[in-house]
């Protein structure tokens, strides 16, 4: 069962991977483009430290060693930190016009719309990913304590064996 376990946890270290360096893309893409207010650029920033952060330490934690499973603590921190990120390139789309937060349907094409909400979905996909990962951490963290526990036999009404 460590094998299975070891392969989902490297399939989700990928996945956070990958959609953090597209969210990085996108919002680093709108931060190069960007000369207005500072306000909704340090929302951007956070984000794009976000991402980074999770870059770095799903690469880190991509190296097979049964320690990355105990690193579930951070992995429920940086799912918190994509739910915020989620959070604000949901209240940044309303001064965009473009249309509902739940309208998906020109997310294919090529425009500034499409791009942002892109940059929504993988930045909620991420944080469930995280959130998956962290919850396998814990499930391997007291799977791995439950079975190292000495095991006493109990003799009933304190009968020694003797």
């Known amino acids: 069962m460590p094998v299975i376990s070891r392969l989902i946890s490297i399939v989700f270290r990928v996945v956070e991977v990958i959609c953090a360096a597209v969210v990085a893309g ?8 960007y000369d207005g207010d500072a306000w909704p650029v340090a929302r951007w920033i956070y984000t794009e430290v976000i991402a980074g952060l999770s870059i770095l330490l799903g690469l880190i934690w991509l190296i097979p060693f049964s320690s990355g499973f105990f690193s579930w603590p951070f992995d429920v921190i940086i799912s918190f930190a994509w739910f915020a990120a989620f959070g604000i390139l949901v209240d940044a789309i309303h ?18 719309c ?4 892109a940059a929504e979905a993988f930045s ?4 469930i ?19 190292s526990a000495p095991r006493h036999s109990r003799r009933r009404f304190g009968r020694s064996a003797v």
């Open 26 to 33: 996108i919002i680093g893409h709108y931060l190069h483009q």
């Open 95 to 112: 001064k965009l016009n473009c249309g509902s937060i739940w309208y998906w349907g020109g997310i294919i094409h090529n425009n500034s």
């Open 114 to 117: 499409g791009r942002w909400k």
């Open 124 to 127: 909620f996909i991420s944080a």
């Open 129 to 147: 990913v995280w959130l998956a990962s962290a919850l396998l951490g814990i499930w391997f963290t007291f799977r791995v304590r439950d079975s």
